[in-house]
Every structure is written in C-alpha cells, then in structure tokens.
C-alpha cells in the first residue's frame, strides 16, 4: 500500500495491484472533520467491483477491437463482459512504480509510471509512456495522466477513471442525490455500445434521489471541460464534486453501498461510434488528461 497524506486528507493505493484504490478521505468544509468518499477496493471483491481503475486506451466496450491480436490477445490484461465484447482496456492491471513524491500539509504528490509487460515489447502500445499523478489538498484530489507517444505514429485513444464513490461507510446511495451540469444520454444498445446520443433532451441539471434507481448510464457533456457529476447527502451539508469528462459512466452495484461514477475523454465503442469523441496524440509528442475530485459546501 502506498499512502498520501496532506496535514488534513489521505489517499491511499495499491500499486502493484494494477493502481487500486483503497481509501481517499477529504476534509469536510464545513465541520472540518475527514469524510469517506471512495469505496475503497478490499479483497476478496473481485478486481473491478471496488476502488478505481484506469480505462486505456478504450474505455468500456469496444468491437471490433484493433488491439485483439498478439500480444495483446490472449493475455492476462484482456477482459471480455457475457457477450464477449472486450472491457475497460489493457492497463488497469498493469504494476505502477513510484518516481516522484513532495509531501506538504497543504499539498502533497505523487507520480507513478507504469509498468509495460514484457510481452508488448515491439508493438505501438510499448512505446506509449504513460505516467500517472496524484496531487492531494485537503478537500481535493486531482487526478493527471501524462502520455508521451514516443512512436512515428499518431495513437488514438479513450482514457477514463473507473471510481466507486459512497459518503462514509454507514449510508446507502439510497440515501444520496445525484446531480450534474446538465448532459445529454447516450442511448446504449443491446451489447451496452453506444447507439445515439439524445440531443433533444436535458438530463441531471438538477437533482435526483437515488432511491430504488439502478443505473448503467453514459452521460454526454453539453458545455465540454466545465461538466460535472456531484453527489450529496439530505444528512450532511456538503457536495462531492466529480469533474474532468467528457463523457461521463454511472453504474449502481447491486449492493447499494457504492455508485461508480466514471468520468472519460471518450465513449465506448470510441473509434466506430460517431460521437466517440476519439482523442490523439501525435507522434513523439505528450498529451496530459485531468479529472478532480472535491468536497465543496452544499
């Protein structure tokens, strides 16, 4: 377990359990006392029912899928869903190791790179240098990909978060509102793979209880980087904030102690989908990505 620490939050991760989180707790705004707000991964939960990982360099399902080959498939870092549609990318098990780190009572960081199997010596993927960065305040976490495409070759890809968020240990998502910038759905279609965003109507531009609702939704952003999902509690009296998508993934576990909220450059099915949203990075030049996390007052 690696630990990050300001003098008022914590982040915890397993790095070499493929980046997991176990723990993040944020100083609340108003009462200044730490809240729980990811439901950290704990074995035996298998490895994506809990904590977060990273989504690269698809996100959710892609088909067909020009990373199924040697070496890529078959290979331990390959996940299919029951339709055998491949799932989430190749790097969320991949080992990170630790190559920098400042510690402060206000802010604290910590960049990982990861850990390129062997296996992919050679091909694209390989030369795709991927570093992934922590920066801890007391009531935030921001989250950095930087990518560094050290190839002759212009590289597509989708990059997401995958984080299952709660409010402490002891409430239910039944007891919490989901709210957002405003978004267009994205209709999903049998296989789950996008089929049309809904432009004719407005969703989560106001508040929504959670009670009984049981989601596995995409989210299209409709004013681009100042989007945001949020969350909060009629208990309490602050708001956790979720930012950086474009598109956005909210997914509620049959257990309703978590909601995964996953907040991503692209959508599934990214370079077959007309509103895929792909994103590039051209060759021998770097690309950085940011998402957020923050407890604000209600």
Same mark, same amino acid.
């Given at each position: ?63 067909? /899928? ?16 029951? /339709? ?215």
């Amino acid at each position: 377990m690696y630990q990050l620490k300001t003098k008022q939050s914590s982040f915890e991760t397993h790095p070499t359990g493929g980046g997991q989180w176990l723990g993040l707790h944020l100083l609340s705004p108003v009462d200044g006392k730490p809240v729980s707000v990811v439901s950290g991964h704990r074995a035996p939960d298998p490895f994506f029912a809990s904590g977060s990982f990273l989504m690269f360099p698809w996100v959710n399902r892609l088909e067909p /899928n020009p990373w199924a080959r040697e070496p890529f498939y078959p290979s331990t870092h390959w996940l299919t869903d029951g /339709n055998g549609i491949p799932l989430h990318g190749l790097y969320h098990n991949l080992p990170r190791h630790l190559v920098a780190e400042e510690i402060g009572d206000k802010e604290s960081y910590a960049e990982f790179e990861m850990e390129i199997p062997t296996s992919w010596k050679g091909s694209l993927l390989s030369k795709i240098q991927i570093r992934e960065c922590y920066l801890l305040y007391p009531s935030e976490l921001k989250i950095l990909y930087r990518l560094k495409n050290m190839s002759d070759t212009e590289f597509p890809f989708a990059l997401g978060i995958h984080p299952y968020f709660r409010w402490n240990e002891d409430e239910s998502i039944d007891d919490l509102f989901l709210f957002g910038s405003g978004f267009h759905k994205v209709k999903l279609g049998d296989y789950l793979l996008p089929e049309k965003i809904q432009n004719d109507v407005t969703v989560l531009n106001s508040e929504e209880t959670l009670v009984g609702k049981n989601l596995d939704d995409l989210y299209a952003s409709i004013d681009g980087e100042n989007s945001y999902i949020g969350l909060f509690s009629m208990n309490k009296k602050e708001k956790l904030i979720i930012q950086g998508g474009d598109f956005y993934q909210v997914y509620t576990p049959q257990d309703r102690r978590s909601i995964a909220i996953e907040p991503m450059t692209g959508t599934g099915n990214f370079l077959h989908f007309p509103g895929g949203n792909p994103k590039t990075i051209a060759p021998n030049s770097e690309k950085q990505i940011e998402f957020s996390i923050r407890l604000d007052r209600f």
